[in-house]
């Protein structure tokens, strides 16, 4: 794969788990419950994914990533369109969507990182 495609690929996947990051914040923020320090838990699910993802082969695995996110969406879709109006379900559905999505971003980030060469321009991208 070329290198500039590359480029374009890490920058599009940490753009995609930072946009959901801040999709979910306003979701659970503003349309699920005004409760303070509610915006901790989106960060407590993101931040996580980059370790878990970054530390090794053992963190990451895009079959059963895959299938967690393709639920997790199916069941936010369900949420936004049918309504369930039980907060405790709605916060465990957007976040195993924002915990997902971000370990597949993250992960497949990983998975296209260069040699030790280009890892400055790999990280460049990505932050």
Known sequence: MPL????????????????MLLATTNQICQNLAAVPLLWVLPLTLYLPSFVLCFSGDRGYSRRVWSWVLAVATASVCHVLYAGTHQFRLELAIYSLALLACCMVCHGEAVRLKPPAAHLTSFYLSIA
């Open 4 to 19: 500039g495609v590359r480029y374009i690929l890490w920058t599009a996947l940490a753009g995609c788990a930072s946009a």
